[in-house]
């Protein structure tokens, strides 16, 4: 498992091969005055036949910015609202990265380029990414991975976002759907 606690001479070699998801914020946390905000709805539908008690295959989209910072999003069960903070910086979806049940990746693939835009996130704002639906199965000892839609549902979603997240909710929003 990619979360377990380890030794040090190992961690090097074990971290190696995860993914590095980027934490998403809690709903009581409050916001800082120096970050930026991305919100969604990214979930992943699984249909596995190897289970693990560490979790369930899944994917990601990797944002790498110019300050030097990268962020993993993860799609997760469920239909809830993720935020995850970010340093302000200009970012672009550089690549989607795929994970067994325990978190390690088991591939990467270039983002389509309607992804690589470059968007320019500010301190004090939240910024809607869009909804995506993903798809992980696990057949005939074949991993495989797939996005198979992205819906704009900024309106929904924001409400959706501010009523979870009430410390946010004061924040002003936009929308940078990813590929639109």
Known sequence: MCGVRIAAPMLAVWLAGCAGYSPTVGTADKPGANDAYLYG????ETREMKFTISGHQTMGFVL???DGNSYTIR???GDAVQVVKIA?????TAEFVYTDADGFVRGRKPAPD???KEMT???GKAY???DFQGESTYTGGVQRWRVQSGRNNYAATTEKLKSA?????ALPTENRMLGR
């Open 75 to 77: 799609f997760e069960r």
């Open 64 to 66: 790498k910015c110019t």
């Open 128 to 130: 809607y990414l869009g």
């Open 165 to 169: 997240y009430p410390n946010l909710s």
């Open 121 to 123: 996130f500010a301190a």
């Open 41 to 44: 709805r990214f979930q992943v």
């Open 88 to 92: 302000p910086s200009t970012c672009s």
């Open 114 to 116: 309607a992804l690589k």
